[in-house]
């Protein structure tokens, strides 16, 4: 059965907590960490599409917040998923923000199902959850979307066999 969070770690993670207080993660990286701890539904909406229609018995699958944590740092750094699983594996912030800690990393092909899993109703239902926090901490007031799509009118000179030499 798919957790929604891996709730008991292993001794080892006391390594990647003491590593993370004497690297900093990037303040993005935490400000991103604060704002999903303070919404467990995102998480949790997250769970329900990974678990419908599974049985409950079968071996576990990456769990519901570190594909939320997978995803966010797939768009955030713009990684295909090769790399995301790569990045992962070798930086020790990005294995506290998607909280494998010591644990190995899913092979790059399960960390895509699990994230492409994630249906566009969910998607909108995160982006609701996020916007009712961004107003409640009067971050936005969540009315109008900046969107930068700047068009400018030019003479485009087609190439020509005479200006290509």
């Known amino acids: 059965m798919r957790e929604e969070i891996v709730a008991q770690r ?19 990286l935490k400000k991103m960490d604060t704002i999903i701890d303070a919404n467990p539904d995102i998480v949790r909406a997250v769970h329900a599409d990974l678990t419908k229609g599974l049985q409950s018995s079968g ?31 070798d930086c020790v912030s990005f294995r506290w923000f998607t909280r494998f800690h010591s644990d190995p990393i899913p092979h790059y092909t399960a960390l895509q199902k699990a994230i492409k899993s994630i249906k566009a109703q969910t998607w909108e239902k995160i982006k609701d959850i996020l916007v009712q926090y961004a107003k409640v901490k009067k971050l936005e007031n969540g009315k ?11 003479n485009i000179a087609y190439p020509l066999d005479a200006k290509l030499v």
């Open 59 to 89: 071996r576990p699958g990456i769990s519901a917040e570190r594909v939320v944590r997978s995803a966010v740092l797939k768009q955030w750094k713009g990684y295909s998923y090769r790399e995301l699983r790569e990045r992962i594996h």
């Open 10 to 28: 292993s001794l080892l993670d006391q390594a990647i907590d003491l590593l993370i207080s004497v690297f900093k993660p990037n303040k993005t």
């Open 144 to 154: 109008s979307l900046r969107v930068d799509t700047t068009v400018v009118e030019t």
